[in-house]
């Protein structure tokens, strides 16, 4: 039985701006591609799997989450893995999505550039077809390693860059800092393609403030930290930057200690344009919804707070201002409508 708060969150018009696609793989789908493509996995049951998603650290959680990617070989296995997760998505009341990849997890595998990209394209136009829920590419560098391997990487993306929305950094944050990666995001910039970065997950509030001003951001995935520093909040606060806010993976990281200890209402009370977003779902305990429905019960948010970071999700999206406004419209329709 639903109650009424969760009802009123799973018919909010809501988009997910903060979404590995790697990372929604679940552990049923990661023994059923095992076993299609004949890869060994280092586990012997979902159980098992589901035991080892007990993290203190990001770096614990790279470890496996690394080991679980091995099993994506084919582009059916990329489009199945893309569908999947719109399915539950779009039953969250999803309507659009801008997802992260990260090709050289696959290409240092041996897995072909195109193979990702194309499996993951066509798993998004299926979705848009069967389920109405739009999305776009973002490509992430992992920041672990060096720029010559994201140039290396941009490089392969060329023939499939008018099909890619921007660029992202993810991975290892701590001793990774984004001016590593400055020049890599002036050519993606150069070629017309949007820039993200994660800062200020793990990472000090100088880590956020080098990604608007080395990296020339679009928008902050996680910026938690900048909260550390009143002038950088009121820096983020009047320039409008979205902040792509993931609690559960917050609390499954160790980065917050309890969900009802999660900042962020005092986010949105110090003006900042935060989102709510499920990051790696398979593995840090939910989709959307769940991370919706625990901040409403852990802080206690009211509908028309859950409406603003919806609002916020739209607003802080790639998509173009008049589809903006039909979103944001819909969202203040279901307000007025479950009142
Ligand atoms: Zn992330």
């Avoid at 979404?19 to 098992?48: C, K, T, W």
């Avoid at 399915?87 to 550039?113: L, M």
């Avoid at 209402?265 to 779902?281: E, H, I, Q, Y």
């Amino acid at each position: 039985m639903m109650d009424d708060l969760d009802a009123f969150i799973a018919g909010l018009p809501k988009a997910e701006l903060h979404l590995h696609i790697e990372g929604s793989l679940e552990p049923e789908q990661m023994f059923e591609f095992a076993r299609r493509n004949g890869v060994a996995i280092p586990f012997d049951s979902v159980e098992a799997v589901r035991a080892a998603y007990e993290f203190s650290n990001l770096q614990d959680f790279l470890d496996i989450y690394y080991a679980g990617a091995d099993v994506l070989r084919t582009e059916a296995d990329f489009h199945d893995l893309a569908l999947a997760y719109f399915q539950r998505a779009a039953a969250d009341g999803v309507r659009h999505a801008e997802i992260f990849f990260d090709p050289q997890t696959h290409t240092q595998r041996g897995i072909p550039f195109g193979t990702v990209v194309e499996g993951l394209l066509a798993g998004m136009a299926e979705a848009e077809a069967r389920l109405g829920v739009t999305s776009q590419l973002i490509l992430c560098f992992l920041r672990h390693l060096d720029e010559e391997d994201a140039f290396k990487t941009l490089a392969q993306a060329e023939p499939w860059l008018h099909r890619i929305a921007g660029v992202g950094l993810d991975s290892s944050e701590m001793g990774h800092p984004p001016s590593k990666f400055a020049r890599v995001f002036a050519a993606a910039a150069d070629k017309g393609l949007k820039r993200v970065a994660h800062a200020g997950e793990e990472g000090p509030a100088d880590y956020v403030r080098e990604a608007l001003d080395l990296l020339q951001v679009d928008r902050l995935d996680h910026g938690n930290r900048s909260l550390d520093d009143p002038a950088l909040v009121a820096r983020l606060a009047r320039s409008g930057m979205t902040l792509t806010v993931c609690p559960l993976s917050n609390v499954k990281l160790c980065n917050v200690a309890a969900i009802d200890a999660h900042p962020i209402d005092r986010m949105l009370d110090l003006g900042l344009r935060a989102t709510v977003n499920s990051d790696d779902p398979a593995y840090f305990g939910g989709y959307i919804g769940e991370n919706y429905r625990a901040v409403a019960r852990g802080r206690g948010l009211d509908r028309r707070q859950l409406a603003t970071l919806a609002r916020n999700s739209f607003l802080g999206s790639f998509l173009p201002d008049a589809a903006v406004a039909a979103h944001c419209a819909a969202i203040d329709a279901w307000l007025a409508e479950a009142r």
